[in-house]
Every structure is written in C-alpha cells, then in structure tokens.
C-alpha cells in the first residue's frame, strides 16, 4: 500500500489523433514540475500518476499548476483485497460527518463484485463503522472513490487544477510585460493554452529604478512557475522615450511609446521565433486604450497582437492576478515607464497622420535597432 497522486486532464482528451503528442507533453511538464522533489511519474490507463514525492501537499501545489491538469486527487494504492479494501475505505471516511456516498469503477472485470455491489457493500460497512454519517447519492458531502484497475485506487478529495493546454503545443509568443497588474495575468492567460510565453520589458533607467526592473523579473518568476521557467527581454526604452519628450508634441507622447514599444516588440518577438504579441489592455482603462488609440498602436506591427483581457473590467483582472499569484508583487509601488512620462492631457482620440508626422522629428529606425542591440535576456525561474 502507498500513497499516490491521481491526476486527470481536461481537453487533451478531445484531441483526436495528436492526443498522443498532447499526452506526452502534459507527462514531461509534469515530471518537470516534480522531480526535484522526488516525484516519480508515468502514464497507465489514460490517467497520469505520481508518486514517492517527498512532500504530497508540496507535490499536489506543483501539480495543480501545470497546464492541462484538470484535477489531482491523493489516492491509497493497494492490492485488490476486498477485506483491506473495504478497512481503509473506513479509515479514509473517519472524522468526516454528513452525507457521503461510495462511488465505485471496476475496469478490471476479474474482480469479483461489479460496481454496485461495491457501492452497496463498502457503503453498508462504512455505516456500519460510523453510524452518523449518511448516505446521500444525490448531494452528498463526501465521495469515497474505489476504481479497481491494475491495483486498488481509494480517493476522498479532489483539488481543482489550473486546466488549459500542456506548455509547449500552443507555440511561441511575445508578452509586453510592464510592472502592473494587467500584463502578467494578460501573458497567464495565453501561456495558459499552452502557449510558451517570453516577456519584453521596457526599462527607463535612470526615471526608472533597478528595484523596478527587479519587480517585474519577480513577476515573470511567478509566471515561471506555471511554465517550467521564463525568458525575459529588458530593453532599454529611455532614449526613445526622452527623444519623444523632447520632439513630439506632448498630448501624443503616450500613443507614440506604446508604437515604439510594439514596433521593437516585434523585432525581438521575430528573432526569438515568436508568433505572436500579447499585451494587457483592456478597452477604455486609460487613455492610451481607447479603441482610436488602440488601432493606432495595432497599424505599427503587422504580427497578430493578442489582447486577451480586452473586454474585461479592472476587478474582473485583478480577481485572476490573485488567483494566479501575481497581485501581491504587482501593487508594490515602483514607477512604471509610462507613469514617469505621462503627458498632463493625454490625447484620447489620436490621428495616424498626426502620429506618423510627430514621428517624423525623431530617427526611428536608428533609435529602434540600437534598442533591439542593446536589449539584454534572462532565464527566470
Ligand atoms: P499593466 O497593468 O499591465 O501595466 P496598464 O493598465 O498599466 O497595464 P498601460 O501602462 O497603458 O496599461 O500599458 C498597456 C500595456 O502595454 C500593458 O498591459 C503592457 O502589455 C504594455 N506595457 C506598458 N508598459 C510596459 C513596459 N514598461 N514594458 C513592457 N510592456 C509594457
Ligand atoms: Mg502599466
């Protein structure tokens, strides 16, 4: 007898005839996730298994963050012995109260008692054992699991993973990670379906402290921990920023960094092999989100730019930032790039031919190349 992690997947079921590919993925990350704890994984009976890890609690944390993982259960493993079966089912219910019920599976069908003879016997001996409880097959409080397979599987709870598709079958693509609270949930989102996703900070140094760099390669290690790791790109923006301050007209200022900071996005995203932008607006948040504003960002790159909390209210993100991990890091009170030269009346209706001709005062492309030179990139985990 021994203590094992059941893990189920979600959608990677659906996937016909990659599943294979898809099932191999969710396995690696898995053992990935878990081997530096001792975790032993493998494959049996279209149900992943983990066991010896040195810590269950710890193992089941990991677990539960690895995308494509719909939920674990800590399972007893034993041998098909209907005496220690039904022993154990009673151990496992005591101190519960409420209703329960006994959910039982025999994919064996050498075990002797089908499924609901199981249910009605183990049913009747945990009753028998504890006569406060009740059985309640409908809404009960507590499912006592029994699946006979290869070995005796006995599972009580079930812990929600994160679900979404294993890391690594979605593609590449690039996050533009500021410090804030949207563009880390904006980049879970995506990594989510299985989508490797780097990050491209923008750094204004000096306007822009070490701690705040600091912040958001803290951020990306938390993002890390749902991918295995993370690579971020630090580009230093303040050249362009100070050279948009100086030449362009002040009520723009926004709009033109943000088509700067695109325009290099995609340089750096096309030489790292990605696919895709991804970024954290959301319409009408603040001026440079616009629906005007977010069109004139959009006509400076040609990649697919991959906008994922569009449409959602502030509380709505910052509700997932919570959840995922990210909140906490992302309130810390550093400056941003954008906040440091933030224009008094920012244009919230801004004209393409306005921008393409303030942007005509600076030298674009030297101004870019030399930042996609400069930019440097770090592996956080
Ligand atoms: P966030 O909470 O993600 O910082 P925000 O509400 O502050 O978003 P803006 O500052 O307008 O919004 O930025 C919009 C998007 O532009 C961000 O979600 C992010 O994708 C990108 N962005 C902004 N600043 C930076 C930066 N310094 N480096 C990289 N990307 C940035
Ligand atoms: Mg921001």
């Given at each position: ?175 533009l ?5 949207d ?58 920023q100070?050279?948009i301050h100086?030449k362009c007209p002040d009520e723009l200022g926004t709009v033109l960094m943000r088509r700067y900071m695109m325009r ?15 970024t954290g607006e959301s319409i009408g948040q603040v001026a440079s989100q616009t629906m005007e504003a977010l069109v004139c960002t959009d006509q400076v790159v040609?990649?697919?730019v991959?906008r994922?909390l569009i449409g959602m209210d502030k ?23 954008c906040t440091?030269f933030t224009p008094r009346h920012p244009c919230t209706k801004p004209k393409i031919e306005d921008l393409i001709q303030a942007e005509q005062a600076l ?19």
């Amino acid at each position: 007898m021994r203590d094992v992690l059941l893990v189920r997947f979600g959608e990677v079921h659906l996937k016909g005839q990659n599943r294979p590919y898809f099932l191999r993925k969710l396995v690696s990350n898995v053992r990935r996730a878990v081997e530096d704890i001792g975790g032993h994984v493998w494959l049996a009976d279209s149900r992943i298994y983990v066991s010896q890890a040195q810590d269950m609690a710890q193992c089941i944390e990991r677990v539960c963050k690895v995308f494509g993982v719909h939920s674990v259960s800590p399972a007893v493993e034993m041998d098909k012995d209907y005496e220690a079966i039904a022993a154990q089912c009673v151990e496992m219910m005591r101190g519960k109260t409420g209703s329960f019920k006994v959910n039982a599976r025999r994919s064996d069908k050498r075990f002797p008692m089908d499924s609901m003879v199981l249910q009605r016997e183990l049913g009747g001996r945990i009753l028998e054992a504890m006569p406060h409880l009740k059985v309640d097959v409908h809404k009960p409080d507590h499912v006592m699991s029994v699946e006979i397979r290869d070995f005796a599987y006995l599972y009580v709870d079930e812990v929600m993973g994160v679900g979404g598709m294993p890391m690594g079958t979605g593609g590449r693509a690039a996050l533009l990670l500021s410090g804030g609270i949207d563009s880390p949930v904006a980049g879970w989102s995506i990594m989510k379906r299985g989508v490797q996703v780097q990050g491209i900070h923008f750094h204004s140094f000096p306007y822009t402290s070490e701690r705040a760099k600091q912040k958001v390669l803290d951020l990306a290690a938390i993002m890390g921990e749902y991918a295995g790791n993370m690579l971020v790109h630090v580009v230093p923006f303040t050249e362009i920023q100070l050279a948009i301050h100086e030449k362009c007209p002040d009520e723009l200022g926004t709009v033109l960094m943000r088509r700067y900071m695109m325009r290099i996005a995609q340089r750096l995203a096309q030489k790292n092999r990605c696919q895709a932008l991804i970024t954290g607006e959301s319409i009408g948040q603040v001026a440079s989100q616009t629906m005007e504003a977010l069109v004139c960002t959009d006509q400076v790159v040609d990649m697919p730019v991959f906008r994922p909390l569009i449409g959602m209210d502030k509380l709505e993100i910052m509700d997932i930032a919570r959840k995922i991990g990210t909140y906490e890091t992302s309130i810390q009170p550093f400056e941003d790039c954008c906040t440091v030269f933030t224009p008094r009346h920012p244009c919230t209706k801004p004209k393409i031919e306005d921008l393409i001709q303030a942007e005509q005062a600076l030298d674009s492309e030297a101004l870019i190349q030399k930042a996609v030179e400069e930019t440097q990139s770090v592996w956080v985990k």
